[in-house]
Structure formats: structure tokens, C-alpha cells
């Protein structure tokens, strides 16, 4: 919505339709690419972990 309002439409159409397109992924087989990416990105907090 942010690209959008800066008139950027080009751009939040293809964010936009990438998301679409992630979910639809998610939907049908289970797989979420956007949370592989992320996982790699940012390391999983292991601070329940260090509680025990």
C-alpha cells in the first residue's frame, strides 16, 4: 500500500501479485517459500532453549 501511495504502481502490483502467488503455493501444497526465505535469514530464537 506504501508503493501505492507513492505512486509507484508498477512496483506494488508485483509485490502484490508475489504474494498472491506464495499464498496460492502455501495453499495448495503446504510449502511456504516466504518462511524458507525468512528462516534463513533470521536464525530462530533459541532463548525457550536456554531456559531448561
Do not use: R, S, W, Y
Not at 502467488?21 to 534463513?40: E, H
Not at 536464525?43 to 532453549?49: N, Q, V
Amino acid at each position: 500500500m506504501g508503493l501505492a501511495g507513492a505512486q509507484m504502481f508498477k512496483a506494488a502490483f508485483l509485490v502484490m501479485l508475489a504474494m498472491m502467488i506464495l499464498l496460492l503455493i502455501d495453499g495448495f501444497t503446504g510449502f511456504c517459500p516466504g518462511l524458507t526465505i525468512l528462516k534463513k535469514i533470521f536464525p530462530p530464537c533459541e532463548c525457550e532453549e536456554n531456559k531448561g
